[in-house]
């Protein structure tokens, strides 16, 4: 069997399941296949993306959530998803959400300048993208993808939806950070890093994740922070990061040596673009009270838990 032959099949099975309404007995004999196979192949259908659940119905206690958090906090944009008390931390609501808002950007015939940053939620919610022929627009990265060690970090949203949706996409081409701030000024004057730092610039919308700044902080975990560097950092009020900036609890930028070495785009302006965060979690409510008390951001999307812990 070949492999479209076998996706024509999950597909099948996937349709009879859940829009028909058929039990996977009846799903098998249909098919002609076991009850076991028929299994695997609803199974099949959901891991390849090729079924989407839709609820309809507005829940309202995420809807009136979202709109105490747009009053408290001045957004133009927020969308609160229902929290599962098993697992707080689950991402695939938040990538639903953040996936359905950029689909809405992309369906746009007009050319549009998008900017990601990186990290697990943003991941997420790439794979949750449908594929798309979308050749007018730009997909541009807000920060470089090597890691300390010289590899590529595995959260790099970019390339990944440039794949799905068949956009132009520019790479960052520079470092996470750079060795000293001398050698951040000389990475700059490349062409290449003007021409990306335009594009970020002048981007439409930028879809971000927010960073923790505990022991679990990626910049900490992926080793761009040492021991001495994090705990001073902590020390002195770090509560966040966005495309590896570091603010703090009023959301200004600490004036730190970390900050003067990253090389990453500069954070977009809210006063005239569009920077949507994706972040939930109690690890991160820190975090993200912090970027909406400076504006960094001016839309958000999280879970219904997060949202309660951010209001008063």
């Known amino acids: 069997m070949t492999e479209a032959s076998r996706l024509d099949d999950a ?3 996937g349709w009879l399941y859940y829009v028909a309404g ?18 695997r192949l609803v199974s099949l259908a959901v891991s390849e993306r090729l079924v989407k659940v839709r609820i309809d119905h507005p829940i309202g206690a995420c809807m009136d959530l979202a709109r105490e958090l747009t009053d408290r ?5 927020c969308d609160v998803v229902p929290s599962d008390p098993d697992a707080p931390e689950l991402l695939t609501g938040l990538a639903i959400a953040a996936a359905n808002e950029l689909t809405r950007v992309l369906k746009d015939p007009e050319p549009r300048i998008i900017a990601l940053g990186t990290g697990r939620a943003l991941k997420a919610c790439v794979r949750q993208l449908p594929q798309m022929d979308c050749p007018q627009h730009r997909l541009v990265s807000l920060l470089g993808n090597i890691m300390s060690d010289g590899s590529a970090t595995p959260y ?16 960052f081409p520079l470092p996470v950070v750079a060795r000293d701030p001398e050698d951040l000024a000389h990475l700059k004057e490349q062409e290449a890093a003007r ?7 002048r981007a439409d919308l930028a879809l971000v994740g927010i960073g923790q700044m505990d022991r679990s902080a990626p910049l900490f975990v992926d080793g761009f922070l040492s021991e001495k560097e994090w705990s001073d950092l902590a020390a ?11 603010f703090d609890d009023d959301g200004q930028l600490v004036d730190c040596d970390f900050n003067r070495r990253v090389a990453s785009a500069p954070l977009p302006d809210p006063s005239r673009q569009r920077i949507i965060a994706v972040a ?4 991160k409510i820190r975090a993200i009270r912090a970027a909406l008390n400076g504006r960094l951001i001016n839309g958000l999307i999280t879970n219904e838990a997060t949202a309660r812990a951010l209001l008063p």
């Not at 939930?280 to 690890?283: N, Q, Y």
């Open 73 to 77: 906090y001045g957004l133009d944009y």
């Open 280 to 283: 939930a979690g109690a690890a």
């Open 156 to 171: 790099n949203a970019t390339i990944r939806m440039a794949d799905r949706v068949g956009g132009r996409h520019y790479p």
């Open 22 to 39: 058929n039990t996977q007995d009846e799903i098998a004999r249909k098919l002609g296949v076991s009850r076991q196979s028929a299994q």
């Open 236 to 246: 002195n009020g770090a509560a966040g990061e966005i495309i590896s900036w570091i």
């Open 195 to 201: 021409s990306t730092f335009d594009l970020c610039a």
């Open 11 to 13: 597909a099948r099975a």
